[in-house]
Nanobody, 124 residues
Framework: VQLQAYGGGLVQAGGSLRLSCAAS????????MAWFRQAPGKEREFVAG????????YYADSVKGRFTISRDTAKNTVYLQMNNLRPEATAVYYC??????????????????WGQGTLVTVSS
């Protein structure tokens, strides 16, 4: 499985960005796909997740109502729409894939596959 994340950049506080993650190498039927982020000096944290089949979504409390995760099964792509961005959202964002392992959707332990990361910088 390969994950290619892109779409990061520099944006002012209050602005929006859409991240994309192109996935290849499997059918992803039983997968949970997610976005995590890691800010300088901090641990990697869960941002949002989505079940490939059915589309159930999961969000960190800090992004609920502002970020939206979605997937296009025909394009094998997962998106993260980020609105009303805050400076504390500055981080490297990683897409990740859990192939159906029995871990919480929020737990990075269950995610076997990771993309290379894309940097999001939010200026104040």
């Amino acid at each position: 499985v390969q994950l290619q994340a892109y779409g990061g950049g520099l944006v002012q506080a209050g602005g929006s960005l859409r991240l994309s993650c192109a996935a290849s190498g499997d059918t992803f039927t039983n997968y949970v796909m997610a976005w995590f982020r890691q800010a300088p000096g901090k641990e990697r944290e869960f941002v949002a997740g989505i079940r490939w089949t059915g589309g159930s979504t999961y969000y960190a409390d800090s992004v609920k109502g502002r970020f939206t995760i979605s997937r296009d099964t025909a394009k094998n792509t997962v998106y993260l729409q980020m609105n009303n961005l805050r400076p504390e959202a500055t981080a490297v964002y990683y897409c990740a894939a859990n192939p159906g392992r029995y871990y919480s959707e929020y737990d990075p332990t269950g995610y076997d596959y990771w993309g290379q990361g894309t940097l999001v910088t939010v200026s104040s």
